[in-house]
Structures are given as structure tokens and as C-alpha cells.
């Protein structure tokens, strides 16, 4: 029998992976804060919630996907939350990008009830939460996991387990320091091009095919070249994760400059105002101190 799933949280990633839970034919309740996102997908098969206590008194496999390590905590153990209404036997699964720390101790929590935890983080952005091509990394137990891999299947393409409760969250702290340090490469280079006067277009089609070709470069400098800020991700959620990412590099006496030097650049953004804005915007803090204006030019393929 196909597990019940509940979904709290439809924000840009939520809501259409949500969507594709109802495409693979799962029985799907959801809340959000916002009621009308609920009732959009309410219109499209899905029973809604009056809250995450309610989600998860209708599922066997409750997912939480929303934005910060409070917010999954008052999410799960708060008023109204998972935590009152959850059943013995069920499996709470956080896709949100929060604490390790904070993962285990909720896991802690719902142990105490019986319930089994997995921390799920995600990545590929708002176009791999709608074409169902996430990476899911995932700590917790084995056979927790592999109960819910018809779940993660029906939203992502790559799953792997990582290691017990945590271990997804801290493997998805390593992906957000190696998408930081790429969209700084990538301005890095869309800055230099542009103040040398060759054509931008054509250089990022000669570099993107070769040794220095990367998702970044493919994804978010044509998007660039359009002045196209619009967010997949946006800039106050990367600072979000840099910030967690340092936080746990401290505690481990870690030097990490890269991190570090990118985390700054994205503040700078943060107190222009531009938290809301997509995560390729990293570009604009190198042209405020260079004072240069990254655009295409149409001569590329």
C-alpha cells in the first residue's frame, strides 16, 4: 500500500515537488503558512491541512521543506506541530537546508514517539524541484531510507544516503560551499571579460565547453547576460547556508577562506537590499567594486 505523504512548506521548491507527489499518484496533504498556496494545490488533487499537527495526523511520511533551522524547529516540535499529531511508525523527513545539530536534536524528539527521522536536503533549484531531477542527500537509517525512496523518486533523480542523521545535511553544506565558490568564479570571469571588450557571449561559449564548464557557468551566466536577477535560489538563502557552513567549519577549527571571502560578498548584496533576488546576483557585488556593467552582446552561437 503507497505511503500517505504530507508536505509542509510551498515555496519555490515545496510547491512543485508537492505537484509531482500528486503526478506519481501519492495521497498528498499540505500546509503552508500562506493559505492560498494551499488551496492552489488543493485545486490540483490535494487535501490541505489546518496545520503541520493535522499534516501529519493524515501521514505516514510527513515532509518539511522550509526555510531555516527555527523554522523547521517550531515546524516539528512547536505549537500545533508535527510532533502533536504524528503516529507511531511514521517517518519525518526535513528537506529544508538547516543545522546538522539541529536535525539530530529533533530526531531525538521524534524517537521519543517512535517516529523515525531522515534530514533530506536538496539541490538543483527551482527547475529540478518542477522537472523532478533533484539531488536528494540523505542521513538517517538505511531502511528508513529505503522506505521512502519511492517518495524521493517521485521528486528527484539522484538519491543517496549519506550516513545516519545529519550526514544530509552536512554533505549539503559541502554542495552550497562549492555553488558559492562557483558563482564567484563565474563572475569573476563575466567581470574580467567584460572589462577586456572581447564579447562575453562568445567567451562563455568557448569556456563552457571546456575544463572550466560547470552548471553555474551553463545555468545562471545566460541569465546574466540578460540582466536576469530573477531567483532559482535567492541570495538570502545561499547567505543562509554559507552562514550554517561556517558556523560548522568554527566549531571544527576549519579555515576556509573561499567560503569565508563569498559569504562577505553576499552581504554586501544583503545590505543593498537585494536578499530577494536570485543567487546569481553575486556578479553585481564585483561590479560595484569595479565598476563594471556585465551585458551580452548577441554574438555568441
Not at 574580467?192 to 545555468?219: C, H, K, P, T, Y
Request: hydrophobic share 45%; with cysteine; glycine share 12%.
Amino acid at each position: 500500500m503507497a505511503e500517505r505523504v504530507g508536505l509542509i512548506g510551498l515555496g519555490i521548491m515545496g510547491k512543485p515537488m508537492a505537484r509531482n507527489l500528486l503526478r506519481a499518484g501519492f495521497s498528498l496533504t499540505v500546509f503552508n503558512r500562506t493559505r492560498g498556496k494551499s488551496d492552489e494545490l488543493a485545486g490540483e488533487g490535494a487535501s490541505v491541512g489546518a496545520s503541520p499537527a493535522e499534516v501529519a495526523r493524515m501521514s505516514d511520511v510527513i515532509i518539511t521543506i522550509v526555510t531555516n533551522s527555527p523554522d523547521v524547529e517550531q515546524v516539528a516540535l512547536g505549537e500545533k506541530g508535527v510532533i502533536e499529531g504524528v503516529q507511531k511508525g511514521a517517518v519525518l523527513v526535513d528537506m529544508s537546508t538547516i543545522s546538522p545539530d539541529v536535525t539530530r536534536t529533533i530526531g531525538g524528539r521524534m524517537a521519543e514517539r517512535g517516529v523515525a527521522m531522515l534530514d533530506a536536503p536538496v539541490s538543483g533549484g527551482e527547475r529540478g524541484a518542477i522537472d523532478g531531477t533533484l539531488s536528494i542527500m540523505v542521513g538517517g537509517e538505511a531502511q528508513d531510507f529505503e522506505r521512502c525512496r519511492p517518495v524521493f523518486e517521485a521528486m528527484g533523480k539522484k538519491l543517496v544516503h549519506c550516513g545516519p542523521l545529519g550526514a544530509g545535511q552536512t554533505v549539503k553544506l559541502c554542495n552550497q560551499i562549492v555553488v558559492g565558490l562557483n558563482n564567484l568564479a563565474m563572475s569573476e570571469c563575466l567581470v574580467f571579460a567584460a572589462a577586456s571588450g572581447i564579447s562575453v557571449d562568445r567567451m562563455l561559449e568557448a569556456v563552457s565547453a571546456g575544463a572550466a564548464g560547470s552548471w553555474a557557468l551553463s545555468n545562471l551566466a545566460p541569465k546574466l547576460l540578460k540582466r536576469d536577477f530573477s531567483p532559482g535560489f535567492k541570495v538570502g538563502l545561499q547567505q543562509k547556508d554559507l552562514r550554517l557552513a561556517l558556523e560548522a567549519a568554527d566549531h571544527m577549527h576549519l579555515s576556509l577562506p573561499g567560503l569565508a571571502l563569498t559569504h562577505q560578498l553576499y552581504s554586501s548584496l544583503e545590505r543593498r537590499g537585494l536578499a530577494d533576488e536570485g543567487n546569481q546576483a553575486l556578479v553585481r557585488a564585483l561590479e560595484y567594486l569595479s565598476d563594471v556593467t556585465i551585458r551580452g552582446d548577441g554574438l555568441g552561437a
